[in-house]
């Protein structure tokens, strides 16, 4: 259902703010579809596809991203998509700039499970990394 499905992407992101990276694996297809439209010299562009990659994608995080929020704020779901918008603060590692990004994810539910992800975020994000 609709509801499940935005429920279980909650459940993503409260792993996420835990740094629970084996719960968001468990929750992903074998041949999931994880891409991240950003320019290319962002560290986590590009395509993650494949459950066995998504876990750089995360490392590329870790290594260039400081978190200073990661907030939610709507879900719309229609059938197995959910999209989700929300805020995200950071700050770069190596140059110590900080942004503010709106972004949009589109995940796909297939069975429960995701099946594909999107991530859209706002040119904040890529000028942090210019």
């Not at 993650?48 to 907030?71: E, H, L, M, R």
């Not at 770069?92 to 995940?107: D, E, H, L, P, Q």
Request: cysteine-free.
């Amino acid at each position: 259902s609709e509801q499940q499905n935005v429920a279980t992407i909650g459940k993503i992101y409260e792993a996420f703010g835990k740094g629970d990276i084996p719960y968001i694996l468990g929750q992903l297809h074998d041949d999931v579809r994880w891409v991240v439209h950003q320019e290319s010299f962002v560290p986590t562009a590009g395509d993650w596809s494949g459950k066995a990659k998504v876990p750089g994608f995360f490392q590329a995080i870790g290594d260039n991203i400081d978190v200073t929020a990661f907030v939610p704020r709507e879900f719309v779901a229609q059938g197995d998509t959910v999209v989700s918008m929300g805020d995200f603060d950071f700050t770069v590692r190596n140059s110590g700039k900080t942004a503010k990004s709106k972004w949009i994810f589109v995940w796909k539910l297939r069975d429960g499970k995701v099946s594909s992800y999107e991530q859209f975020h706002d040119p904040a994000m890529a000028a942090a990394f210019r």
